[in-house]
Each structure stands twice: as C-alpha cells, then as structure tokens.
C-alpha cells in the first residue's frame, strides 16, 4: 500500500479536493487494440459493353481497456482519517469488438449506335456495423 497523504491546515473540504487531485496521478489507464481490415474486388465484362464490378470490405476489431484507480487515503493536519464517500478505488476493464463490413455491385451498360451513345448504371450497395 502506498504512503497516505497528509495537508498541512485547510478544512476537510480542503483536504478532500487535494487528496482527489493527487489520486488521479496514481489512476492508470491502459488499451490495447487489434485489428484487421481486407477487400476485394472482381471485374467481369459479361458481353460486350455490359460490365459487372463487384467490391466487399470488412474489419475486425478489439480493445481492450483497463483502468485501475488504487485505494487512496486522506489525513487531515492532526492525523485523522478524512473520508471521502465519493472516492472508491477498484478496477475496470472493458473488451470491445466492433465489426463493419461494405458490398457494392455495380452493373455498366455502354453502347454506340452511329452518332448515339447509350449508357446505363444499376448499383447495389449495403453496408453494416456492429459495436
């Protein structure tokens, strides 16, 4: 366990917002984070002048979070205990997976008819997200 603290004069209110101050130096807070992110994609001419592109993405991710606050006392001048019912020590730790993943599909049709040009666009796409 680590020294308490101790102030010279001040009032418990005093006392409390120093000790506060000086427990949040001894806080950790600590992540870790790993990943992966891919694509793909594929072109395909299905006859002539009519295209099909599709792409897919997706990530992968976790962290980890883990915050630690130690127990933390406070003493007044005359080296009572101050107790502060707002400040409690313990340890949290948090996991996070997050996932996404993209598909876009896309179909071109161009065709050339003397002085005309023809074209046309149809897309599909969808995406979704997880936390």
């Not at 366990?1 to 917002?17: F, K, Q, V, Y």
């Not at 807070?29 to 594929?42: D, I, L, P």
């Not at 993209?102 to 003397?114: D, R």
Request: charged residues 20%; glycine residues 10%; hydrophobic residues 35%.
């Amino acid at each position: 366990m680590d020294a308490p603290i101790s102030s010279s004069g001040g009032d418990n209110n005093e006392n409390l917002t120093l000790g506060n101050v000086l427990a949040k130096f001894k806080e950790t807070n600590t992540s870790e984070g790993k990943g992966f992110n891919g694509s793909f994609s594929a072109n395909l001419e299905i006859i002539k002048g009519l295209n099909f592109t599709s792409r897919f993405g997706a990530g992968y991710n976790v962290n980890n979070i883990v915050k630690i606050n130690p127990f933390f006392e406070i003493y007044d001048s005359e080296g009572n205990l101050v107790l502060n019912p707002q400040t409690r020590s313990g340890i949290r730790n948090t996991n996070q997976v997050n996932t996404n993943m993209s598909w876009e599909n896309i179909l071109n049709y161009g065709l050339k008819k003397g002085k005309h040009d023809i074209k046309a666009t149809a897309v599909f796409s969808m995406e979704k997200y997880t936390f």
